[in-house]
């Protein structure tokens, strides 16, 4: 499985209490982060390929491979950042707030917002039945796969261990770069980190896939995106709070990892 394949359905006649929904995403660049985003509903993904970073309201940001089991918790405010490399491949399961709120109450779902699976790969046969099940059936034949969606979701949990308390050095590196919105140096990082700069930035492209001024330059230009998206800021002043020299060194940058200008990013909101 290697490409989109998803199915939006619900139990019943209510869409919000019998939410139901699952499928595999691939999202091959930085398009298909979330930055700050809020659920309504409970949604679980298993990353099967791939690598990113998962910011939760703490500000702590967790580092993502194959096998993180993301939880989505409802009303939580987090981000997913995907290293743009083409190999993400997510399969997601979504179910409501109440249906998730009344299984984590049973301890069958845990309400830590990462978690870690050994084999990822074992699930796969099992979700590509459920996904064509939900597919081909009525509206009326969606209970059995109600149920199984939420016994794979629990499987899933018990699967699970947590990740290690404590974050590596790619995860610390991320949290500083990410509390400076990008605006600083591999050799700054290294020196608030106490470490030789070869040392991090071995580490940190073996861990993240990516250079560590490629993942400080991501980080500048999604903030950039939010600030077009939700303010009214003039564009050049826009570039200096970014802390670019000009609006002209912020649009050449932006246009070489977005494929577009500010102005008219911008206007597509």
């Known amino acids: 499985m290697r490409s989109t394949d998803v199915c939006y359905r619900f139990v019943g006649n209510n869409s919000i209490q019998g939410n139901l929904s699952c499928g595999f995403l691939c999202k091959p660049d930085e ?60 399969f997601f399961l979504c179910i409501s707030s109440q249906s998730y709120e009344n299984l984590a109450q049973m301890g069958l779902m845990s309400r830590e917002e990462v978690l870690f699976c050994e084999e990822p790969q074992e699930f796969v046969p099992r979700m590509n ?39 590596t050095l790619a995860q610390e590196a991320c949290r500083i770069i990410g509390q400076a919105k990008g605006r600083i140096g591999a050799e700054e990082v290294a020196q608030r980190l106490e470490v030789p700069y070869e040392t991090l930035r071995r580490e940190f492209r073996a861990a993240m896939g990516l250079p560590l001024g490629q ?16 303010t009214q800021i003039p564009l050049g002043e826009l570039a200096l ?24 990013f911008r206007s597509m909101r």
């Open 129 to 167: 039945r459920l996904l064509s099940t939900m597919k081909r059936s009525g509206q009326g034949e969606l209970v059995p796969c109600f149920f199984e969606v939420q016994a794979l979701l629990c499987e899933l949990t018990a699967r699970c261990t947590q990740p290690q308390s404590g974050m």
């Open 31 to 90: 398009s298909g982060s979330n930055r700050d985003i809020i659920f309504d509903h409970y949604g679980g993904l298993l990353l099967l390929d791939g690598s990113g970073v998962y910011e939760g309201p703490d500000g702590v940001r967790r580092q993502l491979s194959p096998g993180s089991f993301i939880q989505r918790l409802p009303g939580v405010c987090h981000s997913t950042w995907v290293n743009p490399d083409g190999r993400w491949l997510e």
């Open 215 to 230: 993942y400080a330059i991501q980080v500048r230009i999604n903030e950039a995106k939010a600030l077009l998206m939700h």
């Open 241 to 264: 709070s970014l802390g670019y020299p000009d609006y002209f060194s912020f649009c050449k940058q932006f246009k070489q990892h977005t494929g577009t200008t500010p102005r008219q």
